[in-house]
């Protein structure tokens, strides 16, 4: 048992050396190499001295690799500014930038009326409309488009009538 995991171990930690950054690096791929090697060795169930020795040379090689990985990031970390996350920025500045006071615009302003569309501008959308569609729809535009100006002139004579006095609040 406690040899099947130190297979499964060897054989991941060599799938990790043999990713494209680690087989970059020439001693990572030398002991990928060896562990390779190992590994096959314990598949045919070899065990005996000559793969010990060759296992405890890998690990001496992983301890060396790691070591001076370790050195190499510490050379990089004492190069970085540490930030001082406890302590606030002295004073509440502005930051520099392309800010300032400008126009304000209002979201809820859309900039026209699109009810309110000259006759040229009307026009000019249905042909615009139109030009894509096959001309069995333009007649079914323009007949929607009829029925809503029918529609609206309508609700605007009601409501003139309803606003303009009738005879009997007149007399009085």
Do not use: H
């Not at 990928?32 to 314990?42: G, H, I, P, Q, R």
């Not at 970085?80 to 615009?105: V, Y």
């Amino acid at each position: 048992m406690r040899q099947n995991i130190r297979i499964l171990g060897a054989s991941a930690l060599m799938s990790c050396l043999l990713q494209p950054a680690f087989a970059a690096d020439p001693p990572a791929a030398a002991i990928a190499l060896k562990m390779a090697n190992v590994t096959d060795e314990l598949n045919r169930t070899e065990t005996g001295k000559p793969v010990q020795t060759e296992q405890k040379a890998i690990v001496q090689d992983l301890d060396e690799l790691i070591a001076s990985l370790e050195k190499q990031c510490q050379a990089c970390k004492s190069g970085m500014k540490r930030n001082n996350p406890n302590k606030g920025m002295a004073d509440s500045t502005i930051s520099s930038g392309s800010g300032g006071i400008g126009t304000l615009l209002n979201p809820s302003d859309t900039g026209k009326d699109w009810g309110k569309l000259s006759g040229r501008e009307r026009d000019r959308i249905l042909q615009s409309m139109s030009e894509g569609f096959p001309p069995e729809y333009r007649t079914v535009l323009e007949r929607y488009y009829r029925r809503l100006a029918e529609e609206k002139s309508s609700s605007s004579a009601q409501a003139k009538a309803s606003s303009a006095p009738t005879k009997a609040d007149e007399t009085p």
